[in-house]
């Protein structure tokens, strides 16, 4: 690999731990580093964070918030990025009823319903409403519990708040000219195939992935497959 490093960034309320099989097999040969989106409350701030943190060049690779970041890191900064892959994200920015749905969710939080929300409401990106059927998913939907009751509250409201207020990004996709690839699971209701077909029909020369029996994490569900193509993207 000639990026220098390989930068990995989590969706909204999780951590290191969601790339767990990709850092197991692709750390054994690329160095690897993990951007937290804990602390700043807009997307524009995450990404200065990140870029504050991160070498010279790089290669980014994000899944849904974490993919978000990654479109605005490309827009802030171009010339640092030498490899971008987008998972299961959306260039859009929110539609009204999902901006008064994190609204509620936040409010609830305040509350103490941060694990209710997780666990049982399927009108934004939490659990019951992404995971494809399979084997795994009880596993699965018990560590993204773990993740987000660990980083609490307040790293939920402002997260929400990022995504909530984030712009549009369609227009910075038109320029890139990097290897890019877009993979998504293919049952994935909250960020589906279409926004993926748009992401690559943005970016010329840019390599589409839909990843059978998975849906917003594919990086789990199916984690030999994401590696392989992660793998693919950075020897391209």
């Not at 807009?42 to 849904?64: C, K, R, W, Y």
């Not at 997780?118 to 494809?132: E, G």
């Not at 990004?169 to 049952?187: A, K, M, S, Y």
Request: aromatic letters at 4%.
């Amino acid at each position: 690999m000639t990026t220098g490093l390989f930068v990995l960034l989590p969706g909204m309320m999780c951590d290191a731990r969601l790339f767990t099989p990709q850092i197991a097999a692709l750390s054994r040969t690329d160095p690897i580093h993990l951007a937290a989106l804990s602390g700043p409350s807009t997307i524009a701030e995450l990404a200065d964070d990140v870029l504050a943190n991160a070498p010279p060049n790089f290669a980014l690779a994000g899944i849904s918030m974490g993919g978000i970041v990654v479109m605005e890191i490309f827009a802030r900064s171009p010339e640092r990025g030498q490899r971008m892959a987008l998972m299961d994200t959306n260039p859009r920015t929110d539609r009204d009823a999902t901006r008064a749905s994190r609204d509620c969710h936040m409010a609830r939080t305040e509350n103490g319903e941060l694990a209710t929300i997780m666990r049982q409401d399927a009108h934004q990106d939490v659990i019951p409403n992404y995971l494809t059927k399979g084997s795994s998913k009880d596993q699965i939907q018990a560590l993204r519990m773990e993740m987000a009751l660990e980083l609490g509250k307040g790293v939920f409201r402002r997260q929400s708040n990022a995504l909530q207020k984030r712009p549009d990004q369609r227009e910075v996709l038109r320029p890139v000219n990097i290897p890019t690839w877009v993979l998504c699971g293919q049952d994935d209701r909250s960020c589906p195939v279409q926004n993926h077909k748009e992401i690559h029909s943005l970016i010329a020369g840019s390599v589409l992935a839909i990843i059978k029996s998975a849906g917003h994490l594919p990086n789990l569900e199916q984690p030999d497959t994401i590696t392989a193509a992660l793998r693919r993207w950075m020897e391209e």
